[in-house]
């Protein structure tokens, strides 16, 4: 079975993004070493792991509350922001073979947007932690832009959209927005798919709503879910899908 679309969504932390290296204790020894305060490094790994029991885990918690992450455990501190930002970024890695999937998708001229549940960013849309990290792993030139909680950005021109603003996955309005949008350019939610590791944010709301989904096992596996398809490499997208001709 292979799947013609149009259109392709990424989930962006535990698919686009590994996060499994950050949830080391390095992280937050490295930052307050270099701050000079090492004597804080044990009360900052105990915070950090109580908004992860919190949240469910850390995908979730970096993708959708780093607001947490920055008041309760780094107490809004800027320098020490701004070295947890620097060495998170240091840490991420990507997914096997997403770059040459990534690739297979623009050569056969599917349009692909980072969906991220990311609701706060100290930075603007086009600078935020999810631009910076395609951006140093070189796959920003593969997507078209990135729909999250507090807009989205059109990489090609820089515009951003507000009408996301407040948008979630998990309650699935963020897809049915992305689905009257894509309706406006003449593509239908069964020409566009979902791909993400988790079933009740990426697989599951969009489902409902029509599109095609893809539950990605390659960092977690979350149990199961409605997807069409489940993959635990990104190099399986090049035997599944196809581009719908018009």
């Known amino acids: 079975m292979v799947l013609e679309v149009k259109w392709c969504g990424l989930d962006y932390g535990e698919c686009i993004m590994n996060g499994d290296d950050v949830r080391n204790v390095i992280l937050f020894g490295d930052i307050y070493k270099e701050l000079g305060k090492p004597e804080l490094i044990p009360e900052k790994i105990k915070k950090y792991r109580v908004l992860k029991e919190k949240y469910g885990g850390y995908p979730v918690l970096h993708e959708g509350h780093r607001d947490d992450i920055y008041g309760y455990v780094l107490d809004n501190e800027s320098d020490a922001i701004e070295l947890f930002e620097r060495k998170e970024l240091e840490l991420k890695t990507t997914g096997e073979g997403l770059e040459e999937a990534l690739s297979f998708l623009q050569l056969e001229d599917i349009e692909v947007y980072v969906v991220s549940e990311m609701k706060k960013s100290l ?40 009408r996301y603003i407040g948008l979630t996955k998990v309650e699935g309005t963020i897809y049915e927005l992305i689905a009257r949008d894509l309706e406006d350019q003449g593509i239908q939610t069964g020409e566009a798919v979902m791909i993400g590791d988790r079933a009740r944010t990426d697989i599951d709301p969009a489902h409902r709503r029509g599109f095609k989904t893809i539950q990605y096992t390659g960092f977690t596996d979350s149990g199961q879910s409605k997807a069409d398809f489940v993959i635990g490499s990104f190099l399986e997208l090049k035997k599944i899908l196809r581009k719908k001709a018009s």
């Not at 932690?129 to 820089?158: C, D, E, V, W």
């Open 123 to 162: 930075a603007p849309l086009g600078s935020d932690p999810i631009t910076r990290f395609l951006t140093k792993h070189g796959i920003l030139k593969y997507f078209k832009g990135l729909i999250t909680p507090i807009g989205k950005i059109n990489y090609s021109n820089s515009c951003v959209d507000s």
